[in-house]
């Protein structure tokens, strides 16, 4: 089984920052792509950062210039620098691996999602 499990949301005054982290454990053999995404209550779930297995990233343009994602191999992690928050990146952030098991089987896991929000 493989599990990812988010930490560093919170509530912040816009204009601050966030530092968001995700870790998958469990039964891994190799991780590929990692992403950050978000969604409102109603709205689709949308991408926010993405990261491939060879460390280069891609941004919604929403928050180019402002997020940053980073991966950490020797960890399973993947972390989302947020800085000049705006209230309207107020969501739930869930993080994403593409993870190929020690069976060899490829996935893509889901972690439980951790509130953001930014006041004005």
């Known amino acids: 089984q493989v599990q990812l499990v988010e930490s560093g949301g919170g509530l912040v005054q816009a204009g601050g920052s966030l530092r968001l982290s995700c870790v998958a454990s469990g039964s891994i053999f190799s991780i590929n792509a990692m992403g950050w995404y978000r969604q409102a209550p109603g709205k689709q779930r949308e991408l926010v950062a993405h990261?491939?297995?060879?460390?280069?990233?891609n941004y919604a343009d929403s928050v180019k210039d402002r997020f940053t994602i980073s991966r950490d191999n020797a960890r399973n992690t993947v972390h989302l620098q947020m800085n000049s928050l705006k209230p309207e990146d107020t969501d739930v952030y869930y993080c994403n691996g593409d993870v190929t098991s020690i069976a060899r089987s490829r996935t893509s896991y889901w972690g439980q999602g951790t509130q953001v929000t930014v006041s004005s």
């Open positions: 990261i491939t297995g060879g460390g280069n990233p």
